[in-house]
């Protein structure tokens, strides 16, 4: 049985990705008070983490970090609406971590995550 957060493990061949990522979410807002995509505290979005993710803040090594790259729905239009995020990513370590993150007591749904491999 796999981890649920195994990481990905960058080959020479992916070290450039492009990332699609279907969202349903409502309260497109940041609840710490900052702009909308700029920290995980933000509802509805796609984290990229350089290397692997534990579950737990475990002394700053686990989820309270707030992602290398962040894939957002474009708020406020996707409020409540199914929406496609596009995004490329290039990783710069052997081992990255993708997750989903709805926020606080608000709803997001994620239908598919994709990432295909792009020629460097």
């Known amino acids: ?25 409502t309260n497109l807002k940041n609840t710490a008070g900052k702009e909308y ?23 700053g090594k686990g989820f309270c970090g707030h ?5 957002c729905p474009a708020a406020p239009a996707a409020e409540g609406k199914w929406t496609t995020v596009f995004g490329k990513y290039v990783a ?7 997750r989903l993150h709805s926020e606080s007591k608000y709803e997001a749904y994620f239908g598919k995550v ?7």
């Open 92 to 98: 710069q370590a052997t081992e990255t971590t993708i």
């Open 37 to 59: 995509c700029t920290t995980t505290d933000s509802n509805g979005l796609l984290a990229i983490t350089e290397g692997a993710v534990k579950m737990g803040c475990d002394g």
């Open 1 to 25: 049985m796999s981890e649920p957060f195994s990481p990905l493990r960058r080959s020479t061949l992916l070290t450039n990705a492009w990332l699609v990522d279907d969202v349903w979410a």
């Open 67 to 71: 992602g290398d790259e962040l894939l």
């Open 114 to 120: 994709s990432m295909k491999a792009v020629a460097h």
